[in-house]
């Protein structure tokens, strides 16, 4: 049962409940009755209270609030025909029962006056239990869910009134937030459809630390099974004592996911044998020690689901993710999924409103061609704005064929800056770096190795998309939406100060990629030169292999950490904080987000948060940090603004002697690699960086202020 609703009104067999000043649900009473227990879709009606009345107007009923009315007809037996309007009584839709379809959310840039949520269909979890199998002597056939009690159930919510945020604040607050994935889900993942043997599974993931490129997750597809297809019984001519796999991989810090291709064992998606064989076969492999489950949603066969328009790939979410928590509930449950509507790259329909509960998604078996490359990142930035799935992701390098080296290369820098860094392919095809050769193998491990440098940013990321849902990649149109430009899909910003714009097409014959980029308003610059940009604007650009084109918000801080090869717990006692300064005067505060990286303790708030807040004004800057947990070692590289020729710089009020403190001049050159911490110059196009190290207590505050000459 949801929180109860504190206003109400009932008009023949509608009830419309006021839900916010932006947001009201209106029901046609079902079999039952009135709904007011937790849905599959809907976890929690109450908001803000809204003062709403219902007055008598002719032959209908009008609800009022201040922001908006519904209409509805005296005696209503339904929602077809039922107006909604502006508060001045401008018609903003008439309800049919088309609109309750699922749909994608709107954008940014094109928000509508109205957006209808249907509840469809309307099923009720047994409380407290979810998709597990009910206890012996409890069973009905569908093991106590409820699907009796289905009707037209509406949530309107009015986004040009309320703004992109409010809006997805709402949804969110009814479907239910993204979860925090654990840490380790934002290292490196590698998988393939091949017979590994405990052997040979361990041999490559020895391979991995040889050549320094990190690993976090590795993956046996189908054969580590009895008839490499369906059910849960271990081939042991591959894995003997899999037990002891599972440990010598952990010993190595590597987790590992298994594939599961379901098939149906019961009459129904609820049956309690259905339920029961599900739970017993995956538990007993998380009881050896297994991670994650890659529930693959099969082929000709596959998982029943329980009613009529709720798809199995959600359903499957569902399931797989109950029976994980279920079994270790003090763990953050991760699921691999097909992303739902995407069909092997293909986006072809909206997902159930649902799925974003329930991370992570890939697109499915996609091909090594350039086209899919391309499609993988607008799935991956669309994703995360129309459906609030932030972790949609492609198979890195293609499922099918085998790319030449600029694609695979092209692909894995993509997949440094993507959501989800998963490599995969078929069988009798690898994505092995090394079997590229060793200049392939130096760029891609350079590109991965970044990733990991970067893991406060793309943690900090993954908080602010439980928080909030804002995604991991933030088309630009989040923050610019009044910019057609700010919509193209095929750029993106990582977290709050990093503008990525993949690379999607091969470069001509003897010359370096090309793309145009848009750079958005403000100071940005460009990574490997040092080159500012001012935006809005246009621009070519142009990278080598070793390149990818990356843009540095100036007014903005990138946090990076010493170089890991596992992904370890989310606390960074050792910080490098690049702050580049701007010429614009403004501020930006930052997030740094550090817990356990594994337990579900951050649901009732174990995490700490760390604000960084960067403010310019004339020709000073002042960087603002708050008292974080723990005492931290920090690199601080003051990045000054084009054209400055000198500089001082102060802590908590006192001047710092400049023996303290380096002044890197730029170097005579491109960066060969990004962010990797002290003593590192700026390229040959940048200004000059200020570099102090130090350490900060528990518990204290610091502030730095920078003053400069214009050169």
């Given at each position: 049962m949801t929180k109860p609703v504190p206003v109400s009104f009932v008009i023949g067999d509608v009830r419309v409940q006021p839900l916010g000043p932006h947001l009201v649900r209106i029901e046609q009473r079902g079999p039952a009755g009135f709904e007011d227990r937790e849905t599959f879709t809907v976890v929690e009606r109450t908001g803000p209270e809204v003062d709403a009345t219902a007055t008598p107007a002719g032959e209908s009923v009008r609800v009022e609030t201040a922001t908006y009315r519904v209409v509805v007809p005296a005696g209503a037996a339904g929602l077809e025909g039922i107006r909604v309007e502006s508060a001045t009584g401008e018609t903003l839709c008439v309800l049919a029962s088309a609109m309750l379809a699922k749909k994608f959310l709107p954008a940014p840039s094109a928000l509508p006056a109205v957006w209808v949520l249907g509840d469809a269909p309307r099923i009720v979890p047994p409380a407290g239990r979810g998709a597990l199998p009910?206890?012996?002597?409890?069973?009905?056939?569908?093991?106590?869910?409820?699907?009796?009690?289905?009707?037209?159930?509406?949530?309107?919510?009015?986004?040009?009134?309320?703004?992109?945020?409010?809006?997805?604040?709402?949804?969110?607050?009814?479907?239910?937030?993204?979860?925090?994935?654990?840490?380790?889900?934002?290292?490196?993942?590698?998988?393939?459809?091949?017979?590994?043997?405990?052997?040979?599974?361990?041999?490559?993931?020895?391979?991995?630390?040889?050549?320094?490129?990190?690993?976090?997750?590795?993956?046996?597809?189908?054969?580590?099974?009895?008839?490499?297809?369906?059910?849960?019984?271990?081939?042991?001519?591959?894995?003997?004592?899999?037990?002891?796999?599972?440990?010598?991989?952990?010993?190595?810090?590597?987790?590992?996911?298994?594939?599961?291709?379901?098939?149906?064992?019961?009459?129904?998606?609820?049956?309690p044998q259905e339920l029961r064989f599900r739970q017993q076969g995956l538990t007993g492999l998380l009881e050896q020690g297994v991670d994650v489950w890659w529930y693959d949603r099969n082929w000709h066969t596959h998982l029943q689901t329980p009613a009529p328009g709720l798809g199995r790939e959600t359903w499957g979410m569902r399931l797989y993710h109950d029976i994980t928590r279920a079994h270790r509930p003090q763990q953050r449950p991760l699921i691999l999924s097909n992303a739902d509507g995407i069909n092997n790259g293909r986006l072809d329909a909206p997902p159930h409103p649902a799925a974003h509960r329930f991370p992570v998604w890939w697109t499915g078996d996609t091909v090594a061609q350039w086209h899919y490359l391309r499609m993988g990142v607008v799935n991956g930035v669309k994703s995360g704005i129309r459906s609030l799935m932030p972790y949609v992701h492609e198979d890195l390098g293609g499922h099918h064929g085998q790319p030449e080296a600029e694609l695979y290369v092209r692909f894995m820098?993509?997949?440094?800056?993507?959501?989800?860094?998963?490599?995969?392919?078929?069988?009798?095809?690898?994505?092995?770096?090394?079997?590229?050769?060793?200049?392939?193998?130096?760029?891609?491990?350079?590109?991965?190795?970044?990733?990991?440098?970067?893991?406060?940013?793309?943690?900090?990321?993954?908080?602010?998309?439980?928080?909030?849902?804002?995604?991991?990649?933030?088309?630009?149109?989040?923050?610019?939406?009044?910019?057609?430009?700010?919509?193209?899909?095929?750029?993106?910003?990582?977290?709050?100060?990093?503008?990525?714009?993949?690379?999607?097409?091969?470069?001509?014959?003897?010359?370096?990629?090309?793309?145009?980029?848009?750079?958005?308003?403000?100071?940005?610059?460009?990574?490997?030169?040092?080159?500012?940009?001012?935006?809005?604007?246009?621009?070519?650009?142009?990278?080598?292999?070793?390149?990818?084109?990356?843009?540095?918000?100036?007014?903005?801080?990138?946090?990076?950490i010493p170089q890991r090869h596992t992904t370890g717990i989310a606390e960074w006692p050792q910080l490098v904080v690049d702050a580049f300064l701007s010429t614009d005067n403004g501020s930006r505060t930052q997030r740094l987000y550090e817990d356990d990286g594994i337990t579900t303790a951050y649901e009732q708030g174990a995490g700490t948060v760390t604000e960084f807040t960067l403010r310019q004004a004339g020709c000073a800057t002042t960087l603002t940090v708050a008292a974080g947990p723990k005492r931290r070692e920090v690199v601080l590289r003051i990045h000054l603004p084009p054209g400055v020729r000198a500089a001082a710089m102060w802590r908590n009020g006192r001047r710092v002697p400049e023996t303290q403190y380096a002044v890197l001049p730029p170097s005579g050159g491109r960066a060969d690699q990004l962010f990797t911490g002290a003593g590192v110059a700026p390229p040959a196009g940048a200004s000059p960086v200020l570099e102090w190290r130090g350490a900060w207590a528990a518990g204290e505050a610091t502030e730095f202020r920078i003053a400069w000459q214009p050169g």
């Amino acid at each position: 049962m949801t929180k109860p609703v504190p206003v109400s009104f009932v008009i023949g067999d509608v009830r419309v409940q006021p839900l916010g000043p932006h947001l009201v649900r209106i029901e046609q009473r079902g079999p039952a009755g009135f709904e007011d227990r937790e849905t599959f879709t809907v976890v929690e009606r109450t908001g803000p209270e809204v003062d709403a009345t219902a007055t008598p107007a002719g032959e209908s009923v009008r609800v009022e609030t201040a922001t908006y009315r519904v209409v509805v007809p005296a005696g209503a037996a339904g929602l077809e025909g039922i107006r909604v309007e502006s508060a001045t009584g401008e018609t903003l839709c008439v309800l049919a029962s088309a609109m309750l379809a699922k749909k994608f959310l709107p954008a940014p840039s094109a928000l509508p006056a109205v957006w209808v949520l249907g509840d469809a269909p309307r099923i009720v979890p047994p409380a407290g239990r979810g998709a597990l199998p009910p206890p012996a002597g409890e069973e009905d056939e569908h093991s106590g869910w409820d699907l009796r009690n289905s009707a037209p159930d509406a949530y309107v919510f009015f986004p040009a009134a309320s703004g992109y945020s409010a809006f997805r604040a709402d949804f969110l607050r009814l479907t239910g937030g993204v979860p925090l994935v654990p840490l380790y889900a934002l290292g490196l993942w590698y998988s393939r459809y091949h017979p590994y043997s405990e052997d040979t599974a361990l041999a490559v993931i020895d391979r991995f630390r040889t050549e320094h490129i990190p690993l976090d997750v590795f993956t046996l597809d189908t054969d580590w099974r009895v008839g490499a297809s369906c059910g849960y019984a271990i081939n042991t001519m591959l894995f003997p004592d899999m037990a002891r796999f599972l440990r010598q991989a952990h010993d190595r810090q590597v987790r590992v996911m298994f594939n599961d291709h379901p098939e149906p064992q019961g009459p129904a998606a609820l049956d309690p044998q259905e339920l029961r064989f599900r739970q017993q076969g995956l538990t007993g492999l998380l009881e050896q020690g297994v991670d994650v489950w890659w529930y693959d949603r099969n082929w000709h066969t596959h998982l029943q689901t329980p009613a009529p328009g709720l798809g199995r790939e959600t359903w499957g979410m569902r399931l797989y993710h109950d029976i994980t928590r279920a079994h270790r509930p003090q763990q953050r449950p991760l699921i691999l999924s097909n992303a739902d509507g995407i069909n092997n790259g293909r986006l072809d329909a909206p997902p159930h409103p649902a799925a974003h509960r329930f991370p992570v998604w890939w697109t499915g078996d996609t091909v090594a061609q350039w086209h899919y490359l391309r499609m993988g990142v607008v799935n991956g930035v669309k994703s995360g704005i129309r459906s609030l799935m932030p972790y949609v992701h492609e198979d890195l390098g293609g499922h099918h064929g085998q790319p030449e080296a600029e694609l695979y290369v092209r692909f894995m820098q993509y997949g440094a800056f993507a959501p989800v860094a998963r490599l995969h392919c078929t069988a009798k095809v690898h994505r092995y770096p090394w079997e590229y050769g060793a200049e392939v193998t130096r760029i891609v491990g350079d590109f991965f190795r970044l990733r990991y440098r970067l893991l406060p940013m793309l943690y900090a990321a993954a908080y602010e998309a439980s928080r909030s849902g804002i995604p991991l990649l933030r088309r630009c149109d989040l923050e610019w939406p009044d910019r057609p430009e700010a919509a193209d899909s095929t750029q993106y910003l990582l977290g709050d100060s990093l503008l990525v714009a993949p690379v999607l097409e091969p470069a001509p014959a003897g010359g370096e990629a090309e793309r145009t980029v848009w750079i958005p308003p403000g100071e940005w610059m460009e990574a490997w030169t040092g080159r500012t940009y001012r935006g809005p604007i246009t621009i070519g650009a142009r990278c080598a292999l070793t390149e990818y084109p990356i843009y540095v918000r100036r007014g903005g801080m990138v946090f990076s950490i010493p170089q890991r090869h596992t992904t370890g717990i989310a606390e960074w006692p050792q910080l490098v904080v690049d702050a580049f300064l701007s010429t614009d005067n403004g501020s930006r505060t930052q997030r740094l987000y550090e817990d356990d990286g594994i337990t579900t303790a951050y649901e009732q708030g174990a995490g700490t948060v760390t604000e960084f807040t960067l403010r310019q004004a004339g020709c000073a800057t002042t960087l603002t940090v708050a008292a974080g947990p723990k005492r931290r070692e920090v690199v601080l590289r003051i990045h000054l603004p084009p054209g400055v020729r000198a500089a001082a710089m102060w802590r908590n009020g006192r001047r710092v002697p400049e023996t303290q403190y380096a002044v890197l001049p730029p170097s005579g050159g491109r960066a060969d690699q990004l962010f990797t911490g002290a003593g590192v110059a700026p390229p040959a196009g940048a200004s000059p960086v200020l570099e102090w190290r130090g350490a900060w207590a528990a518990g204290e505050a610091t502030e730095f202020r920078i003053a400069w000459q214009p050169g």
